[in-house]
């Protein structure tokens, strides 16, 4: 058995992975890189991950990176009954990754107007206009998620997979503060965040992280 080693920040998209590495009961190291400390800036983390990026999972000597492969190599080394991502059935595991692509691409990058708009231009006075087209765009991709969760218990349908706690995390930023009241109500992902809530490998990540009920709000 590998020695893994799971660097996150606290409601990262690293989440995704740490809940992963509980569900399927890899033996694992988790260390804190905090963002918001700049944590991931320092020499010490960029000696592990020169990109500088949040998630890297060290595998023996090697790192690593994008939420997508790391949950794809969880799903993929836990105990073959556990179905963490489909084993025996192509389009089923195609379905897996198409989830995966879409949270890492198109889901995530539209929160980017919101959280990180100096990642996308340079002059703050343009970030009004930044939003005016970045919040309708992460409205309707929210909304996208709600509707291909609509009359499933899990991403996948009846199956969890290492796709629901990818969803967690989105959940868990649409929920800030700072992006609640541009977001739709989204009753399916509602749903399936109450389910994921409830799994003793969430709380397990969560507690660790130090996430509690005050500083997630559900709506
Ligand atoms: N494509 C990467 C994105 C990783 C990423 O941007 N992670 C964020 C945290 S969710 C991060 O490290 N942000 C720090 C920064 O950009 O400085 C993935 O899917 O893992």
């Excluded at 990262?12 to 992975?17: G, V």
């Excluded at 960029?46 to 492969?69: C, F, S």
């Excluded at 930044?130 to 309708?136: A, C, K, M, N, Q």
């Excluded at 399916?188 to 990540?205: F, G, L, M, P």
């Amino acid at each position: 058995m590998p020695e893994l080693t799971l660097f996150y920040s606290p409601r990262a998209c690293s989440l995704a992975c740490h809940i992963a590495l509980e569900e399927a009961g890899l033996p694992f190291t988790a260390k804190a890189v905090r963002i918001r400390k700049g944590e991931h800036r320092l020499d010490d983390y960029l000696a592990q991950n020169p990109w500088g990026k949040i998630p890297a999972l060290r595998v023996d000597d090697e790192v690593l990176t994008e939420t997508h492969a790391i949950l794809t190599y969880i799903g993929e080394t836990a105990a073959p009954g556990s179905n963490l991502i489909p084993k025996n059935n192509p389009l089923a595991r195609a379905r897996a990754h198409e989830w995966m692509n879409f949270l890492s691409s198109t889901v995530h990058l539209a929160f980017r107007p919101l959280f990180r708009p100096n990642y996308l231009i340079s002059d703050p006075k343009l970030y009004p206009q930044l939003r005016e087209v970045g919040i309708p765009n992460l409205k309707k991709t929210l909304l996208e998620v709600d509707r291909r969760l609509e009359g499933r218990n899990w991403a996948l349908g009846d199956t969890y997979s290492v796709c629901d706690p990818y969803l967690l995390v989105f959940h868990i930023w649409s929920q800030r503060e700072d992006v609640i009241e541009h977001v739709a109500d989204m009753p399916n992902w509602k749903s399936h965040r109450q389910r994921i809530d409830e799994r003793a490998a969430t709380q397990v990540a969560l507690a660790r992280e130090g996430v509690t009920a005050e500083n997630i709000r559900l709506k």
